[in-house]
T-cell receptor, first 114, second 114 residues
Framework: QKEVEQDPGPLSVPEGAIVSLNCTYS??????FMWYRQYSRKGPELLMYTYSSGNKEDGRFTAQVDKSSKYISLFIRDSQPSDSATYLC??????????????FGTGTRLTIIP | DGGITQSPKYLFRKEGQNVTLSCEQN?????MYWYRQDPGQGLRLIYYSQIVNDFQKGDIAEGYSVSREKKESFPLTVTSAQKNPTAFYLCASREDRVPTDTQYFGPGTRLTVL
């Protein structure tokens, strides 16, 4: 079993819809959670970073963490064609020298249909 | 412009050849990373370096080598011992500011074995 599970999609939704992307994890030591967006043939870029259970909002994006269920989500409101990309979740158990290795999900490929 | 550059963008290798992928950053980050990305497998860590003249193996280091002679540079050599080197290679660096563990990625190098 992988430490982080993420549905690879592909996921297609109409423009303006709310998108929900999810990851589950098995390692209860994970404490810090990130969402990256990766356009085709490009490097990933950080979208959201959170370390506590609950919601964190940034513009049209909301990251949600439920540590008791080992489940994280990324919601995109008012989705735009420019949101079409692969979304990767990533997590880390602790910060500090020698503990900076991220564990990534496989990524979900999202297409927003105009 | 601060950022991470990788070169070349596309690289072709014949069987039995060693090739070196370049990664340079001008963000003044101490930590740098190399990942490999394959379809359906997410990002897997090859090597990472916390400081100059020091580096550690990641999860899939076999067939790869690195050096860290300068803070700005972290080249990756794909040796002939790597049995399946065709992949998308991503370099990243991490800002040292607490509490974030943000890793910033370069644009990637796509390596194809002929």
């Amino acid at each position: 079993q992988k430490e982080v599970e993420q549905d690879p999609g592909p996921l297609s939704v109409p423009e303006g819809a709310i998108v929900s992307l999810n990851c589950t994890y098995s390692n209860s030591a994970f404490q810090y959670f990130m969402w990256y967006r990766q356009y085709s043939r490009k490097g990933p870029e950080l979208l959201m970073y959170t370390y506590s259970s609950g919601n964190k909002e940034d513009g049209r994006f909301t990251a949600q963490v439920d540590k008791s269920s080992k489940y994280i989500s990324l919601f995109i409101r008012d989705s735009q064609p420019s949101d079409s990309a692969t979304y990767l979740c990533a997590m880390i158990s602790q910060r500090g020298f020698g503990n900076e290795k991220l564990t990534f999900g496989t990524g979900t490929r999202l297409t927003i249909i105009p | 412009d601060g950022g991470i550059t990788q070169s070349p963008k596309y690289l072709f290798r014949k069987e039995g050849q060693n090739v070196t992928l370049s990664c340079e950053q001008n963000l003044n980050h101490d930590a740098m990373y190399w990942y490999r990305q394959d379809p359906g497998q997410g990002l897997r860590l090859i090597y990472y370096s916390q400081i100059v003249n020091d580096f550690q193996k990641g999860d899939i280091a076999e067939g790869y080598s690195v050096s860290r002679e300068k803070k700005e540079s972290f080249p990756l050599t794909v040796t002939s011992a790597q049995k399946n080197p065709t992949a998308f290679y991503l370099c990243a660096s991490r800002e040292d500011r607490v509490p974030t563990d943000t890793q910033y990625f370069g644009p990637g190098t796509r390596l194809t074995v002929l």
